[in-house]
């Protein structure tokens, strides 16, 4: 069974860090795809990174574009997204999700498996 479990959220103030951090565990195959989301209310859920972690591509939005950056790490089962330079229109809940097989790498109706997310809050 695939779990995903997010840590690492909190609040900051506008132009600060955080450190979103995701936990996997019942993903068997090498080569699958992995994304971290946001949503904040009454707004779409958006994805903002995604990685093949066969191959280490990179996707970002131009939102999140040279601020964020989404990595991995195999030998410990973890998903990691860096926030820098962040914004109050960055505060949102934050999800990470998996998926063998994506149409879209940043679609979110393409991945299967997700996190109970982490809530990001950036003051102005």
């Known amino acids: 069974r695939v779990q995903l479990v997010e840590s690492g959220g909190g609040s900051v103030q506008a132009g600060g860090s955080l450190r979103l951090s995701c936990a996997v565990s019942g993903i068997t195959s090498r080569n699958y795809w992995m994304a971290w989301f946001r949503q904040a209310p009454g707004k779409e859920r958006e994805g903002v990174a995604s990685?093949?972690?066969?191959?280490?591509?990179?996707v970002y939005p131009d939102s999140v574009k040279g601020r964020f950056t989404i990595s991995q790490d195999n030998a410990k089962n973890m998903l990691y997204l860096q926030m820098n330079s962040l914004k109050p229109e960055d505060t949102a809940m934050y999800s990470c999700a998996a998926a063998l097989w994506v149409n879209s790498r940043l679609g979110p109706y393409d991945y299967p498996y997700w996190g109970q997310g982490t809530q990001v809050t950036v003051s102005s």
């Open positions: 990685i093949y972690i066969g191959g280490g591509t990179t």
